[in-house]
């Protein structure tokens, strides 16, 4: 079975791809097929809102089984912003320093927020539709606190400031396989898999 992984962010798409390994499918992306990929307003009050349209406007348009993600960063001082709008917390325009921009604003908002106020927690809701409008969702969380500087290289958008109290270090600093293990995306999806091994299987989604 193909699965595409609904998303035009490389870094995302890697991230799920690893994270899809193992399975019995076999996962494309976008770039696979010959045609545009569609436009999805990103306009939901849910993480889950957001990933399901975006999951059923990709299997709609290439014809196969889509899974899709939509994360994000509450901040409990922050009231649980930026929430739904963490990739455009610095404005809409997809610029390419976009990811230092929110980091920077979100390090403004909590200029004067003590450590001890400073926890967060990464969101992420996973959805898989099928071209026939059938889906199955999954969400997950990751705990943790802002940091009060970037550090660390590896991931992408807040993961510099992601701190975990547990480890001392933030989620920038993390392997990719330490992040897979641990993280609000690779939780999902490891809630994610028995339903994928299950169609494979013959059986079926829930719906």
């Not at 606190?145 to 600093?173: C, H, M, V």
Request: net charge neutral; hydrophobic share 40%.
């Amino acid at each position: 079975m193909k699965l595409l992984v609904a998303s035009g962010n490389r870094k995302k798409l890697a991230e799920l791809q690893a994270l899809a390994q193992g399975l019995p499918v076999e996962v494309v992306s976008p770039a696979d097929f010959d045609r545009p990929l569609p436009e999805v307003e990103e306009d939901g009050a849910t993480f889950a809102e957001n990933a399901r349209k975006k999951a059923l406007a990709f299997a709609g348009a290439f014809g196969v089984p889509a899974i899709a993600d939509d994360s994000g960063l509450c901040v409990d001082a922050l009231g649980g912003e930026p929430g739904v709008r963490s990739a455009r917390y610095s404005g809409e325009k997809p610029v390419p320093d976009r990811d230092e921009r929110n980091n920077a604003k979100l390090l403004r908002a909590l200029r004067d927020v003590p450590a001890a106020q400073r926890g967060a927690a990464f969101h992420c809701a996973l959805c898989l539709a099928f071209p026939d409008g059938r889906t199955f969702e999954v969400e997950a969380r990751w705990e943790g606190q802002i940091a009060f500087s970037p550090r660390g290289s590896n991931g992408f958008g807040y993961d510099p400031l992601f701190l975990l109290p547990a480890w001392g270090k933030t989620s920038a600093e993390l392997s990719p396989e330490e992040k897979a293990r641990h993280s609000h995306r690779g939780r999902a999806m490891r809630m994610m898999r028995p339903l994928l091994e299950r169609v494979v299987a013959g059986s079926g989604p829930a719906t």
